[in-house]
């Protein structure tokens, strides 16, 4: 099946700094790649919508100058969390569609973020 | 707007134990319904799914059915294994590759 891969899978950082989360589809493209995020005992909830080439549409709520999201080609959509700080701390998964598919999704193995 | 609720975990069974794990939904129309499963350090499987009302998805030994009338999309499993150990999302998902997720239920099977 298709494999979609998070790196890194966790990380800790210092209040103020900037974290780069990548999202790669290892053997497929993927015109289409979405990041969630997850607080403890939440749902995962959609924050954005990456489309290769074109900017990336957030949900309502979701500050897009705090989550910097590029898709740069078929296969890497990455997501900055600038200025991090605490309450950024959270679990981040991305997910792919892929291209000329039934629509199905393909889901990374998630990124855990603690800021201190 | 559209929501899953999900029971609430973790949940801990020994091993050939019966499951359920409660699903319910409130949309408005009528979405596809989905399990998912994530297995320690992968990414979320597709377990099965229903796309209709009364359809019943399959896989690995579970099985959830499209309640309408209930709105529920509850996972079942006869005969669980240690295998299973996971967190299983239910969701559901109206065909624009936009999933509403539940917030997920940590199995532990014991053996």
């Known amino acids: 099946g298709a494999v979609v891969s998070q790196h890194p899978s966790w990380v800790i950082c210092k209040s103020g700094t900037s974290v780069k989360i990548e999202c790669r589809s290892l053997?497929?493209?993927?015109?289409?790649m979405f990041w969630y995020r997850q607080f403890p005992k939440q749902s995962l909830m959609l924050m954005a919508t990456s489309n290769e080439g074109s900017k990336a549409t957030y949900e309502q709520g979701v500050e897009k100058d705090k989550f910097l999201i590029n898709h740069a080609s078929l296969t890497l959509s990455t997501l900055t969390v600038t200025s991090a700080h605490p309450e950024d701390s959270s679990f981040y998964i991305c997910?792919?569609?892929?291209?000329?598919?039934?629509?199905?999704?393909?889901f990374g193995e998630g990124s855990r973020l603690t800021v201190l | 707007g559209d929501s899953v609720t999900q029971m609430e975990g973790p949940v801990t069974l020994s091993e050939e134990a019966f499951l359920t794990i409660n699903c319910t939904y409130t949309?408005?129309?009528?979405?596809?319904l989905f399990w998912y499963v994530q297995y320690p350090g992968e990414g979320l499987q597709l377990l099965l799914k229903?796309?209709?009302?009364?359809d019943k998805g399959s896989n690995k030994g579970f099985e959830a059915t499209y309640r309408k009338e209930t709105t529920s999309f509850h996972l079942e499993k006869g005969s669980v294994q240690v295998s299973d150990s996971a967190v299983y999302f239910c969701a559901l998902y109206f065909g624009n590759e936009k999933l509403t997720f539940g917030t997920g239920t940590r199995l532990t099977i014991i053996p």
């Open positions: 997910s792919a569609v892929l291209a000329g598919g039934n629509g199905e999704l393909f």
């Open positions: 053997d497929f493209q993927a015109t289409t």
């Open positions: 229903a796309t209709k009302a009364d």
């Open positions: 949309a408005t129309g009528y979405p596809s």
